[in-house]
């Protein structure tokens, strides 16, 4: 069966410090990957998701970084985190296009990210 | 990928039947339409996902009218656990990007 990891659960970091999430897929192969920011009581915001190793598209332009140096592992960045990047970080997979219907995407258990 | 509007929050009793109905008028041919429940501190989970008419399974029942424009998610007799916010959400494996779109979703509340 499949599993997909996040680390850390909870993370508090001073404004201006460097970040670094990491999320792992196991039990396939090739997925779609995906990092969101939820803020407090808000919906999901959609910040990267990847096709393929190497290949990441940006949704919304900000201080944050991904990259997939592996099929199966993908990683959110920051060099300079600011007080509005505080959130609930979420990490998904789904299966590669070619399923006509709606991708499901399963989400790992999420990073909690306080700036301060 | 078609815009999603649902309610902002819902209340309801415990044992009772609750139906969330979510609007996509802009929704596509291929689109299907797939609900999820998250929890708090959580990543939403997979709920239930059709095309048209009616989706059953062991959580919950979709109902999705003929022109497809709006689609309605029933819990049975919810109990406090199904207490959480629920998306709506419409698209398809052939959307360029392979992404999913979620909105502020319904906050469901459910009382003793």
């Known amino acids: 069966s499949q599993t997909i990891h996040q680390w850390p659960a909870t993370l508090v970091q001073p404004v201006g410090s460097p970040l670094s999430l990491e999320c792992t897929v196991e039990?396939?192969?090739?997925?779609?990957l995906y990092w969101y920011r939820q803020a407090a009581g808000r919906g999901l915001q959609l910040l990267f998701y990847?096709?393929?190793?190497?290949?990441i598209s940006s949704e919304v332009p900000q201080n944050l970084s991904a990259s997939r140096p592996q099929d199966r592992q993908f990683i959110l960045s920051s060099k300079k985190l600011l007080l509005s990047d505080s959130g609930f970080y979420l990490c998904?997979?789904?299966?590669?296009?070619?399923?006509?219907?709606?991708?499901?995407?399963?989400f790992g258990p999420g990073t909690r990210l306080t700036v301060l | 990928l078609a815009k999603t509007t649902q309610p902002i929050s819902m209340d309801s009793y415990e044992g009772q039947e609750v139906n969330i109905t979510c609007s996509h008028n802009?929704?596509?041919?291929?689109?299907?339409i797939t609900w999820y429940q998250q929890f708090p501190s959580q990543g939403p989970r997979f709920i239930i996902q059709?095309?048209?008419t009616k989706v059953t399974n062991e959580v919950a029942s979709l109902f999705i009218p003929a022109d497809r424009k709006s689609s309605t998610l029933s819990l049975p007799r919810v109990s406090l656990s199904d207490t959480a916010v629920y998306y709506c959400?419409?698209?398809?494996?052939?959307?360029?990007?392979?992404?999913?779109?979620f909105g502020s979703g319904t906050r469901l509340s459910i009382r003793p």
């Open positions: 039990g396939t192969s090739n997925p779609n």
């Open positions: 959400l419409v698209g398809s494996g052939y959307s360029s990007a392979s992404k999913i779109i």
């Open positions: 802009n929704i596509a041919t291929n689109d299907y």
């Open positions: 059709g095309y048209k």
């Open positions: 998904a997979w789904s299966k590669v296009e070619g399923d006509h219907r709606g991708p499901e995407q399963f």
């Open positions: 990847s096709v393929g190793i190497g290949q």
